[in-house]
């Protein structure tokens, strides 16, 4: 799609910010915590799930490097040790378009088990959304 082609990228550290251009003349400019937490990763994705893992205590992460591959996404590599995970020109442009919509769900879904930004405490709700153990009387 040359619509998202992305024509330039730029990480900008101190801001923890990665800014990028697109073919169709729109510009966003992504915070790490946003791709860290909504990573196309198998990892965050699973497989078929409606919404990725919730993912927190990332409020400071930051990307390290940023890799390309090929002509069509990069690879970021997260001081936090995550780095996998392809981010085509096609889905940088959707986190883009759809950030204030992506975090508001992000932040709702986090208030409503707990979760915060600031501490990486994994909850079992954010694992199994209707978990509810036997009835061990039977």
């Known amino acids: 799609m040359t619509a998202s082609r992305v024509t330039a990228l730029k990480l900008h550290r101190g801001s ?16 790490c915590e946003y ?3 909504f990573s196309p990763s198998a990892e965050l994705r699973g497989h078929g799930l409606a919404e990725p893992m919730l993912v927190g205590g990332k409020r400071t992460v930051n990307i390290e ?3 390309p591959v090929g002509n069509y996404a ?5 001081d936090d040790g995550h780095d996998t995970g392809l981010y085509t020109w096609e889905l940088l442009h959707e986190l883009g ?3 204030e919509k ?4 992000y932040e709702q879904r986090m208030a ?4 915060s930004r600031d501490r990486d405490v994994t909850k079992l709700a954010a694992l199994v959304r ?3 153990p036997k009835d061990s009387s039977r």
């Open 16 to 31: 923890r910010l990665l800014e990028v251009a697109f073919a169709d003349g729109s510009r966003h400019s992504l915070p």
């Open 97 to 99: 378009q759809d950030q």
């Open 74 to 78: 990069v690879r970021l590599v997260f």
């Open 130 to 132: 209707h978990y509810a």
């Open 112 to 115: 409503e088990i707990g979760m």
């Open 35 to 37: 791709l860290r937490v």
């Open 65 to 67: 490097r940023v890799e």
């Open 102 to 105: 992506n975090w508001a769900r």
